[in-house]
């Protein structure tokens, strides 16, 4: 079963415009929300995550905002740029043992024209 | 510092073969996870190991195996290949800790003929 529902599948937005990413989850366990950039023939980079005992966090442009009681996370970014293009995906992971399994949802293609 | 690195980049077998995956960790870190990347989906979890024990599996079949040596090394091996093991293998290295971020490398592109 799909534990995480990320939207939307694919994201065109104009540089200089604001991206968001949503990510929607079941597993009350979850207790670390991480999104992941990663670009053709990469593996997932680790962009920004955020816990959940906090409602926003901002580095730089990528802005996570976490809603625990509608178990909803979101990621912004601000002032996008070409160089953005990539596929994000959110991870969040499973709290129920020490380390850890991160639940990945389908991802988000964004592209951004210049 | 050197990232997640695994071996080899591509790699292509037919049905019914074996095949074994390698990576190496972050210096320091000493746990391991693997990952199957299926095109145009995200990463799916199959094991977790932690200082050479395996502390989680994924739901996927026993043709798939896995170990950590204790250089914290890992090697992920699949028997009898079908054509829907064709993916991206991730390997991710953590320091261990409790919410420590896990670190992808770049892959083995697996295609089965």
């Known amino acids: 079963q799909q534990q995480v529902k990320q939207s939307p599948q694919s994201l065109i937005v104009q540089k200089g415009g604001i991206s968001i990413i949503n990510c929607a989850y079941e597993n009350t366990a979850f207790d670390y929300f991480p999104w992941y950039q990663q670009f053709p023939g990469k593996g997932p980079a680790l962009l920004i995550a955020?816990?959940?005992?906090?409602s926003e966090k901002k580095e730089g442009r990528f802005t996570i905002s976490f809603n625990k009681s509608a178990k909803q996370f979101s990621l912004h970014i601000m002032d996008s740029q070409p160089g953005d293009s990539a596929t994000y995906f959110c991870a969040p992971k499973d709290g129920s043992s020490t380390l850890g399994r991160l639940y990945f949802g389908r991802g988000t293609q964004l592209t951004v024209w210049p | 510092d050197a990232g997640v690195t695994q071996s080899p980049t591509h790699l292509i077998k037919t049905r019914g073969q074996h095949v074994t995956l390698r990576c190496s960790p972050i210096s320091g870190h000493k746990s391991v996870s693997w990952y199957q990347q299926v095109l145009g989906q995200g990463p799916q979890f199959i094991f977790q190991?932690?200082?050479?024990?395996?502390?989680g599996r994924g739901n996927f079949p026993d043709r798939f195996s896995a170990r950590q040596f204790p250089n914290y090394s890992s090697e992920l091996n699949v028997n009898a290949l079908l054509l829907g093991d064709s993916a991206l293998y991730l390997c991710?290295?953590?320091?261990?800790?409790?919410?420590?971020?896990?670190?992808f490398g770049d892959g083995t592109r697996l295609s089965i003929l």
């Open positions: 955020i816990r959940p005992d906090v």
């Open positions: 190991y932690y200082e050479k024990e395996e502390r």
């Open positions: 991710a290295s953590s320091p261990g800790q409790v919410n420590q971020p896990q670190h």
